[in-house]
């Protein structure tokens, strides 16, 4: 297997993992992978008033994942969730926070709520 396909499989898996993580906690999963022109989400979810958009990262470390979201990633998932939201009207009086889920071998996600303020 090659390594785009390999880091695909991977991915898919995190996100997969995440999402039950995060259903388990009590969220509804509003999208997942939900692309816009401007850029991509990977999980969006919901627990009573507030709305998470949440990139996932799998790395060796979650040290590794942490140091993957660049300032320019932050700011694509931010125009993307400009976009969802205009696209949902019934979300406006929301909370929103943009979350991290940390996906290390052997161990199960860590969530880490409000990973960055925009």
Not at 4 to 14: E, V
Not at 83 to 88: E, K, R, T
Not at 107 to 113: E, G, K
Request: aromatic share 8%.
């Amino acid at each position: 297997m090659n390594d785009r396909k390999r880091r695909y499989r991977l991915g898919h898996y995190a996100e997969t993992m995440s999402v039950w993580h995060l259903r388990v906690r009590g969220y509804r999963i509003l999208a997942r992978r939900y692309k816009t022109p401007v850029g991509e989400i990977d999980i969006i979810a919901r627990r009573g008033g507030m709305v998470a958009f949440i990139e996932v990262k799998a790395r060796d470390t979650e040290t590794l994942a942490i140091e993957s979201i660049t300032p320019r990633q932050r700011k694509r998932i931010r125009r993307a969730a400009e976009a969802f939201l205009g696209a949902q009207p019934e979300l406006t009086n929301c909370d929103l926070r943009f979350d991290i889920m940390l996906v290390t071998p052997g161990a199960m996600p860590n969530h880490v709520p409000g990973a960055w303020r925009d």
